[in-house]
């Protein structure tokens, strides 16, 4: 019993991250560009439109990250000081993402573009990070 929710747990992990970062990747690499083509008034309606579809999944996915993040730490606690380390800065990163998140699914955002690049180089190195705390937290 205790293995299956501990699989539950890092897929429903893995896969807020996928629906938060992809999301955040797809808009900052395909979205922006395209609605930076459009005239000024139509960019604002049409960003402000896409934040308010994006905001249910985005508080979605951080919900389920600090719920199955806080269970993924009280399973690893007592690790190496290495293994603590990066886990801390992938913390104080995912808070950042979590920060800026919010930010973006505001309306009327003009930084909209300036904090999805934030959120997108800060989730690419919380993946990298958890791939290294992969590789650590086997035997």
Known sequence: MTEALNVLMRWLHITAA?????????????????????PAAEQDTLGDAMATRFRRLLFLAVLFLLATGAYNVILNLGRGALYQTLLGIKILLALHVFAAGILIVKANNPKRTRQLTGVMISGLIII????????????
């Open 128 to 139: 990298a990070i958890s791939a290294v705390l992969r590789q650590l937290h086997l035997p």
């Open 18 to 38: 996928v629906v938060l970062i992809g999301g955040v990747l797809y808009a900052r690499l395909v979205v922006a560009p395209a609605i930076a083509s459009l």
